[in-house]
T-cell receptor, first 115, second 110 residues
Framework: EPEVTQTPSHQVTQMGQEVILRCVPI?????FYWYRQILGQKVEFLVS????????KSEIFDDQFSVERPDGSNFTLKIRSTKLEDSAMYFC?????????????FGPGTRLTVT | GQQVMQIPQYQHVQEGEDFTTYCNSS?????IQWYKQRPGGHPVFLIQ?????EVKKQKRLTFQFGEAKKNSSLHITATQTTDVGTYFC??????????FGAGTRLFVKA
C-alpha cells in the first residue's frame, strides 16, 4: 500500500538555526499538508498546498515558515530561524482529490527538538 | 473562528467495557473525519461521514453524524487492548484547512 514518507525521523537543532523537513507524498495525490503536534496535544494545521502554491495557512505559519515542492515528488517545510517553541512532531499529509473521499494520509512524522 | 471541541479528554476503561467520544463543532460541517493515533504513531484515517444523521459501522466501532451536521460521536463496543490510542475528529474549515479536535485518549486495562 502506498504511503507518505518523511525524513528525518528526528532532528535536533539549536535555536536560531534553519531546518528543512522533507516529505514524499503518495504519487498520485494532489493536495499536501503540514501539521504540527506538540507532545500530548492536538494536531494543528499549518499549511495546505495545491498546484504548486499555498492554498491556506494558519496563524502559526508565519514568515519563519515556508513550503516548497521543488521537484514534483518532495514536499518540504523550512523553518528559517527555529525557536524553542517550534519543538514538536511535524506531520506531512496528502490527499488524492478535493472531493470525497476526504481521507488524508499522514506520514510517520519528524520529531523536531530545538535546544 | 470555527472550533471543534471533543470530550472527554481521557477515558480509562476495563477491557470489555464500552467507550464513546463526542465531537462538537461551532459551525455546520460539510463532512467529518475520524482518525486514530496510536501512542508514538501518526494519525490514521478511520472513516468519513458526509450526510446528516449518517451512521456507519466498522466492526465494533459505530460512528454517527448529527442531524444538524455539527456534532459526531464514535462508540466502541467491548473495548480491547488494541483500541488504545487517541481518537481525533476533524472537519474542514473554509477551502483547504482541516481543524482537528483535541482528541480523546483511550486507556484500556486488561
Amino acid at each position: 500500500e502506498p504511503e507518505v514518507t518523511q525524513t528525518p525521523s528526528h532532528q535536533v537543532t539549536q535555536m536560531g538555526q534553519e531546518v528543512i523537513l522533507r516529505c514524499v507524498p503518495i504519487s498520485n495525490h494532489l493536495y499536501f499538508y503540514w501539521y504540527r503536534q506538540i507532545l500530548g496535544q492536538k494536531v494543528e494545521f499549518l499549511v495546505s498546498f495545491y498546484n504548486n502554491e499555498i492554498s491556506e495557512k494558519s496563524e502559526i505559519f508565519d514568515d519563519q515558515f515556508s513550503v516548497e515542492r521543488p521537484d514534483g515528488s518532495n514536499f518540504t517545510l523550512k523553518i528559517r530561524s527555529t525557536k524553542l517553541e517550534d519543538s514538536a512532531m511535524y506531520f506531512c499529509a496528502s490527499r488524492r482529490t478535493w472531493d470525497s473521499p476526504y481521507e488524508q494520509y499522514f506520514g510517520p512524522g519528524t520529531r523536531l527538538t530545538v535546544t | 473562528g470555527q472550533q471543534v471541541m471533543q470530550i472527554p479528554q481521557y477515558q480509562h476503561v476495563q477491557e470489555g467495557e464500552d467507550f464513546t467520544t463526542y465531537c462538537n463543532s461551532s459551525t455546520t460541517l460539510s463532512n467529518i473525519q475520524w482518525y486514530k493515533q496510536r501512542p508514538g504513531g501518526h494519525p490514521v484515517f478511520l472513516i468519513q461521514l458526509v450526510k446528516s444523521g449518517e451512521v456507519k459501522k466498522q466492526k465494533r466501532l459505530t460512528f454517527q453524524f448529527g442531524e444538524a451536521k455539527k456534532n459526531s460521536s464514535l462508540h466502541i463496543t467491548a473495548t480491547q487492548t488494541t483500541d488504545v490510542g487517541t481518537y481525533f475528529c476533524a472537519g474542514p474549515r473554509g477551502g483547504f484547512k482541516t481543524i482537528f479536535g483535541a482528541g480523546t485518549r483511550l486507556f484500556v486495562k486488561a
